[in-house]
Each structure stands twice: as C-alpha cells, then as structure tokens.
C-alpha cells in the first residue's frame, strides 16, 4: 500500500529507526543536508518540491523503512521485516 504523503514526524522516525544521521539522509537521498534540516525544521507533511520528497522517501524505504498510512491508529513507520 503506497502513501502520497509522509509527516516530517514519520521521516525523523524513520532515521531514528535507521540510526542515520540528517547527513546520512542527505547522501542516500542526494539532497543537500541543509535542506533536509530546514524540511525537518517544519512540522506537518514533508514539503519541498515533490522531486526532493520523494528522494527522501525513496531513500528510506530502499534502507528498509515502511510507511504506515493514517487507519485509525495513527500514521506511522516501521522496519520491513528481513527476507529469508
């Protein structure tokens, strides 16, 4: 299930779960460190143009983050669980 969206909350999380570092972020996603520390800056959804959006979110999930869409419980990330 995709997501058009993710929360500046949902991206800390995920690096958080990743253990990555805003420079981290910023070298997997091809995004400069400063903006990604001025969009973790905001709350709400991540802004930025939808090119850099989506190189954040691209980054995250090739390193294993799963999005989890707003159903009641509240939007979320996990880790994708390991294949066998």
Not at 52 to 64: F, H, N, Q, V
Request: proline share 4%.
């Amino acid at each position: 299930m995709s997501i058009p969206k993710v929360s500046i909350r949902q991206v800390k999380a995920a690096r958080s779960l990743l253990a990555w570092s805003q420079n981290d972020l910023a070298k997997a996603s091809g995004i400069s460190e400063p903006t990604i520390k001025r969009l973790e800056s905001e709350d709400g959804e991540l802004g930025g143009r939808a090119e850099t959006s989506d190189a954040i979110r691209a980054a995250l999930e090739s390193a294993g983050v799963e999005f989890i869409a707003e159903n009641g419980g509240g939007p979320g990330v996990r880790l994708r669980k390991a294949k066998r």
